[in-house]
Nanobody, 119 residues
C-alpha cells in the first residue's frame, strides 16, 4: 500500500491550495484518513481527519480555513486550504487506516508535500 501526497507549493498570504492524498495497492477498504503537518523544530500536528462515513474533525489552528474531504471510489482524501498564513508553512503529511484484504488494519503515511506561505 502506498500513499501519494501532492499539491503543495508556494503561495501568498491569503491564498489557497488543495492537497491530495491517493492510496493505492492491496486495499480492501479505508477507514479514517487524516492530514498532519510538521514545521521545523515543532511536533507533528493533526490538522483534519475524516472517517469512511464522512465525519470530520479539525485542529483548532485550521478550523474555518481548511476543509477535508474524500472520494472513497478513488481512495483519495483532499485538504482544501484557504486563507493561508505564513505560520501554515510546513511539510504536510497524510495518513490512512487501511483494511487489507486479509482483514487486518494498518496505518500508512504519505511522503509529505511542502507548503510554503510567503511572508
Amino acid at each position: 500500500v502506498q500513499l501519494q501526497a501532492s499539491g503543495g507549493g508556494l503561495v501568498q498570504p491569503g491564498g489557497s491550495l488543495r492537497l491530495s492524498c491517493a492510496a493505492s495497492g492491496s486495499i480492501f477498504s479505508i477507514n479514517a484518513m487524516g492530514w498532519y503537518r510538521q514545521a521545523p523544530g515543532k511536533q507533528r500536528e493533526l490538522l483534519a481527519r475524516i472517517t469512511s462515513g464522512g465525519s470530520t474533525n479539525y485542529g483548532d489552528s485550521v478550523k474555518g480555513r481548511f476543509t477535508i474531504s474524500r472520494d472513497n471510489a478513488k481512495n483519495t482524501a483532499y485538504l482544501q486550504m484557504n486563507s493561508l498564513k505564513p505560520e501554515d508553512t510546513a511539510i504536510y503529511f497524510c495518513n490512512a487506516r487501511v483494511v487489507r484484504p486479509m482483514g487486518y488494519e494498518n496505518i500508512y503515511w504519505g511522503q509529505g508535500t511542502q507548503v510554503t506561505v510567503l511572508q
